[in-house]
Every structure is written in structure tokens, then in C-alpha cells.
């Protein structure tokens, strides 16, 4: 535990990208490898789910620092961060004598042990014994590793710190490809000894039959892409569905559904898993998730209502009927297809899905003669209920992550809209002593009806205006909410548009962010819930 929170503490400490894989790289040459899994497990995004609820967490540590509940919240909303807020208060604290046996030993205890022995038994314990557990903790341990032992029971270990950049220390240690470490990280990995060594294994011939490949992530492309990709002769178009990229796997008499962010979700598209039987087995398929009705797919808030959900009852299920879309083929008779060019994996895939189950289907390759007739073909994609095209280097491999040059995205401009800002709240982390959460309204009538939250988009200088004016015109205060004066109109873009019935306004936007700060325009001039209403895709 103290070796990992000076390897927290190294982390948080830099911006240097360098300086982040030496640290990880340092610590993982030296952990044992219980405690090197479970640092990969958080490092990567992970955390351990349901140990005790936070507002247990923050009633506790108000206990100890002997203030009241709200002035906890007060502080919090400060400071922005929960784990930080507990770890400050309980620093100040009275009465920090140690309420353990040996406080020392516990301090110098492997991460493991922590995790396995001191933080995954909370779950089961009664509400008095995991109160009277995190207060000895508190009360002992030394600052860093309360920091530490918080974010670990909030789940918000954050630090700046990608899963690419842990798979990077990790290839150094091992001296193997990155994307061989990526590949193991990928599906049903744990974080226990046997796990850790196996990623560090020199054997690079293990496969574990539920694992999905890395996904090959595509670019934004900005401008005319002719003038930057070429000749149309060598890349392949076809449309960006709005789906959930997934990978769907038949192998050993199973058949596994992933999606892009390593879930597995075969259950809960039963009848996608059912028709992937009939693959041959050692297959494996890149495409998308997608509601889907007499030819066409359905809005994204109708898959929205299959994710996650457990039980899948008769009436959602037909309301909401999905399909796996193909567009790539990675694996064929157990054989990895990656290596080979776009032009001989989407050969094969054609000649593979003749005959297949109606839940899967094809994508298709779009026909233009130029650029200009790409363009056409992109401008009426929203019309199809897709997000614009995306383009295809014919003679690219399958790559890892996010490299430019092979697959590109040429999305539609986003729908747009001016709002007016009607509450403000504090950000996290480094953001929480400024307001950057923005509740955006428009009319209906003569009533601000709230439709969008955004927190991006401004610039760090618009930021700290805005932040001004706020604690200025401040009308009335809602825990860490601010009501303001309806005064400063913002553009918003947003990717689409759905009825909804748990929001106000009767609509929900997906994405919305800040393009600009209308300073030009007066509140009156925002727009109405009316124009949203009429970009309704059944309008």
C-alpha cells in the first residue's frame, strides 16, 4: 500500500507522459505480483463496485472531524473531490491516535492485502463494523495512503492516466509488442498473481477463448477529404452507424458478445448470441449493435432501453429488436486475419454472411465515382438515421487503438442550438473551485425549460469570466447548485435528439457541448423548445 501511494503521489505529481510510464514501469519491476495486478486493475479504469455507500463515507468523516453534515457538504462542493474532502478533514482531526493493534505493520501492508483482506470483506460486514473499520483506518494510517484507501473505496482512482500508457510501462517491463498486452488486458483478465505474470509472459502463443481483440479506432477527418486521402480508388465508404461497436466471437461451441468498452454483453442481446451459432466455429467479427426495424435502424434511445437492463421481458424485446451489423472479419478458422488488407478480411467477410441469420447482416460497402458523390451520400445520412460515413484505407491492416491514417470518420455537422444558462455548479478535481457545469434552457412561451447540461467547450479565460459573473448574480443556492440570472445565451451542438419522459422538457440531447458563448445575443433571442421539438426524428 505505501509503495503504491508513492507511485499515486509520482503520477498526480506530473503531466509528463515519459515520466508516467517510467513510474508505472519502476513499480511494476518491483511489485510483487498480487499487488502489481491489482495495480493494473485500478490503474486501467477499474474499481471495486458496491463496497459501502458514500453517504456512509461522508457521514463518517464528518463524525470525526466534529462538524456538521452540512458543513461537510459545504466543503465537499469546495474542494470537489470526495476522497480528497475526507482525506483533509480527517488530517485535521482530533483524537488521531491509532485505535489498531499495530498501525505501523498496517501501513506497510501489501496492496493486496488491503484489497483482498481489509476492503473487499466491507461489502459483507454490517453498517457498524464497516463504520468502526474506515474510522481506524483514519485514524491511523498516514495521509497519503487515507487519500489512497478513500479513492479506492469511492471508485473515482483517477490520475491522469490511460490504459494505453499502463499498457505502454507494461511492454517495457516485458519487452514484448504493445499490442500483446493489450490483447491480454482485453476479455475476462483478473487481477491475481498468476494473472500479472501471464501478462509479462514472454510466451506470446496463449489465447483465452472469451477474449475479443483490441479495437482498431478511427480518426475525425476535418476538410475536404479528397484533397487529404487521394485517390477514392483505395479506400473503401461506408455509413457510421450509431450503434454500440461490438465484437461478436464463436469459439470452442460458445459464443461471446463484447462491446467496445470490454463488457461482455452476450445475455443482453440474446437473440444476436442465438443467431451467432451459426458462424463457423473460430470466428470473429467486428461491427456494431444496432435497434433495427423493417430495414432500417431505430433511434439510439431505442438500444438505449436494452442497455443495462438484466431481464428482458417479451415487450421489450419486440419494441427494441437488434442486430449485429459485420464489417470486419478478424478471425477465421481460429486464424488471426488482422495482418491482412482491408480489401482480402472484407473478401472474406462477403462470402462468409451469404445465408446469414436476419439478426446478422452485412454492412455495406458504398458505391461512389468521387469525392463529390461521397459528399452527396454523406449529406443524407441523417435522413437514414446514421452519423455520416466512414472511410477505409483498402490496403491497411487491423490495427490497435487509435492510429491515424488507416480508418477515418467523416461524421455530419452536429445539430445546433443557442440556450440560455440557468444554474451552475462547481467542477471536480482540479476544476472544483470554479463553476464549469452549466444547465442550459430554452423557451417554451415565456418559461426557461431546462434540456441540456455541458461542461466543455469554453476556454480556460471564458471559464474564469463566467465563474466571476456567476458568484456575482447568484440568485438562490440549492446545495452546490447555483440558480443564476437568466442573462448569458450559449450555442450548444448536440449528436441527436429523442423524446423522453424522465426530463422536463419532454426531450433528451446526446452529447451536448459548448461551440460558443453568444455575447452578441440577448436571452430573448435563445432558441425555443419548439425548433428543438421539430429535429424530433419522427417530426
Not at 459545504?74 to 499495530?102: F, I, K, W
Not at 489465447?207 to 487521394?230: K, M, N, T, V
Not at 442486430?323 to 486475419?337: C, P, V
Not at 455530419?412 to 472544483?432: E, K, M
Request: net charge neutral; aromatic share 10%.
Amino acid at each position: 500500500m505505501k509503495r503504491f501511494a508513492e507511485l499515486y503521489g509520482q503520477l498526480d505529481a506530473t503531466t509528463s507522459t515519459k515520466a508516467k510510464v517510467q513510474a508505472m514501469a519502476q513499480y511494476f519491476r518491483q511489485a510483487h505480483p498480487r499487488d502489481g495486478a491489482w495495480a493494473v486493475y485500478f490503474l486501467t479504469g477499474q474499481r471495486l463496485k458496491r463496497l459501502l455507500p458514500t453517504r456512509s463515507l461522508r457521514h463518517w468523516g464528518a463524525e470525526l472531524a466534529e462538524i456538521p453534515d452540512w458543513l461537510f457538504e459545504e466543503s465537499y462542493a469546495n474542494v470537489g473531490d470526495l476522497a480528497e474532502t475526507l482525506a483533509l478533514l480527517v488530517e485535521g482531526a482530533p483524537s488521531r491516535e491509532s485505535s489498531l493493534d499495530s498501525p505501523a505493520s498496517l501501513a506497510m501492508s501489501p496492496l493486496h492485502r488491503w484489497v483482498e483482506q481489509e476492503l473487499l470483506p466491507l461489502r459483507r460486514q454490517p453498517e457498524d463494523q464497516q463504520r468502526d473499520q474506515v474510522l481506524s483506518w483514519w485514524r491511523s494510517l498516514p495521509q497519503d495512503q487515507i487519500f489512497l484507501l478513500n479513492k479506492m473505496m469511492t471508485g473515482g482512482l483517477r490520475v491522469g492516466v490511460s490504459k494505453n500508457l499502463v499498457v505502454r510501462a507494461l511492454a517495457e517491463v516485458a519487452d514484448l509488442p504493445r499490442a500483446v498486452i493489450t490483447h491480454r488486458l482485453m476479455g475476462s483478465w483478473q487481477p491475481t498473481g498468476e494473472g500479472f505474470e501471464a501478462l509479462l509472459t514472454q510466451d506470446t502463443e496463449d489465447a483465452d477463448l472469451s477474449r475479443p481483440y483490441p479495437f482498431f479506432l478511427a480518426h475525425p477527418i476535418e476538410g475536404d477529404p479528397g484533397e487529404q486521402l487521394g485517390s477514392l480508388e483505395d479506400w473503401q465508404l461506408e455509413w457510421k452507424w450509431d450503434g454500440i461497436r461490438g465484437q461478436l466471437l464463436a469459439r470452442g461451441g460458445e459464443v461471446f458478445l463484447w462491446s467496445r468498452g470490454e463488457e461482455l454483453v452476450t445475455e443482453r442481446f440474446p437473440e444476436i448470441a442465438e443467431a451467432a451459432r451459426w458462424l463457423p466455429p473460430g470466428s470473429a467479427l467486428d461491427g456494431e449493435i444496432l435497434a433495427w426495424q423493417d430495414g432500417a435502424p431505430l433511434p439510439f434511445a431505442s438500444l438505449q432501453r436494452r442497455i443495462g437492463r438484466k431481464r428482458l421481458g417479451p415487450k421489450i424485446l419486440a419494441e427494441a429488436p437488434v442486430i449485429f451489423l459485420a464489417y470486419d472479419f478478424l478471425e477465421q478458422g481460429s486464424k488471426d486475419l488482422r495482418a491482412a488488407p482491408l480489401a482480402q478480411r472484407r473478401g472474406d467477410l462477403e462470402a462468409l454472411m451469404e445465408g446469414a441469420p436476419e439478426q446478422l447482416q452485412l454492412s455495406p460497402r458504398l458505391s461512389a465515382s468521387s469525392w463529390e458523390e461521397a459528399a452527396e451520400e454523406r449529406a443524407s445520412a441523417r435522413d437514414r438515421g446514421v452519423e455520416g460515413l466512414m472511410i477505409k484505407q483498402l490496403c491497411a491492416a487491423y490495427g490497435v487503438g487509435r492510429q491515424r491514417g488507416a480508418w477515418w470518420k467523416w461524421k455530419l455537422d452536429p445539430y445546433t442550438v443557442d440556450a440560455v444558462l440557468i444554474y451552475a455548479q462547481a467542477g471536480h478535481g482540479r476544476r472544483a473551485t470554479l463553476f464549469t457545469d452549466y444547465t442550459l434552457a430554452v423557451w417554451r412561451g415565456e418559461e426557461l425549460i431546462p434540456v441540456a447540461k455541458a461542461y466543455s467547450g469554453l476556454s480556460n479565460d471564458e471559464i474564469r469570466a463566467l465563474d466571476r459573473w456567476i458568484r456575482r448574480h447568484t440568485r438562490e443556492r440549492f446545495g452546490p447548485v447555483r440558480s443564476v440570472e437568466p442573462v448569458h445565451v450559449f450555442e450548444i451542438a448536440f449528436e441527436g435528439i429523442a423524446r423522453s419522459r424522465r426530463h422536463k422538457s419532454g426531450v433528451a440531447l446526446r452529447f451536448p457541448r459548448i461551440l460558443r458563448w453568444r455575447q452578441d445575443k440577448k436571452p430573448q433571442e435563445a432558441d425555443s423548445l419548439g425548433a428543438l421539438e421539430a429535429l424530433l426524428p419522427s417530426a
